[in-house]
């Protein structure tokens, strides 16, 4: 049986740049048929791409991946995908920025092993609590800014001018509440909107 090499690489939405992670996998010699691309959050692996590539993984194939981060940032879903990785489908991981966590030569070195397996340990625990305190940041500055009079959403758009006399019409049921909204050019959620803080 062919052994395959894949390649996986995760971007939050917010990064949409996933070329760093591209030119490490081509220069690891990952075939570009075989990379995997996920734009979501690292929060779990519900995700449509790495999925797939499980599903395609192999006995003795390999998984590269740039860092343990890219791969998620729950420690204990890490743990867990790396045991059905390693384990259950019995293929290799590489993490190209820490190449004691290289799994292709270790099942008779029991050392190698350990220390595989503690430094995954550390590095999953890391990349949790780094999510942990995005959340904690992102939490406190929105409160600051609420405390400081900052409001969230959409802005309420400023009434037409012809707006009183469209709603009168509307008011007395000469049009509906489309009608208005096409006459005062805007969506009618936004006038039924205005029609509620009158």
């Known amino acids: 049986m062919d052994k395959k090499i894949y390649?996986?690489?995760?971007?939050?939405?917010?990064?949409?740049?996933?070329?760093?992670?591209?030119?490490?996998?081509?220069?690891?010699?990952?075939?570009s048929e075989n990379i995997f691309i996920d734009k979501q959050s690292g929060k779990d692996f519900n995700r449509p791409a790495y999925i797939k590539l499980v599903e395609n993984l192999k006995p003795n194939d390999t998984l590269v991946v740039k860092s343990i981060d890219r791969l998620g940032r729950n420690f204990y879903e890490i743990l867990e995908q790396w045991r059905i990785i390693t384990t259950e489908k019995q293929?290799?991981?590489?993490?190209?920025?820490?190449?004691?966590?290289?799994?292709r030569n270790q099942q008779s070195d029991?050392?190698?092993?350990?220390?595989?397996?503690?430094?995954?340990?550390?590095?999953?625990?890391?990349?949790?609590?780094?999510?942990d305190f995005i959340h904690q940041r992102q939490a406190e500055g929105i409160a600051a800014a609420k405390a400081k009079g900052i409001k969230f959403g959409?802005?309420?758009k400023d009434k037409p001018d012809n707006y009183d006399e469209v709603f009168q019409q509307w008011r007395q049921g000469k049009i509906s509440a489309r009608e208005a909204g096409r006459r005062l050019h805007v969506d009618y959620k936004t006038f039924q909107k205005w029609t509620r803080t009158v």
């Open 91 to 103: 293929a290799s991981i590489v993490v190209l920025d820490m190449p004691l966590l290289d799994t």
């Open 154 to 156: 959409r802005p309420i």
């Open 7 to 31: 390649g996986y690489i995760r971007v939050s939405t917010r990064e949409q740049n996933e070329d760093r992670q591209l030119i490490a996998m081509n220069d690891f010699g990952v075939p």
């Open 110 to 131: 029991l050392t190698s092993q350990l220390i595989s397996t503690l430094v995954l340990q550390l590095l999953s625990y890391v990349a949790q609590i780094e999510r």
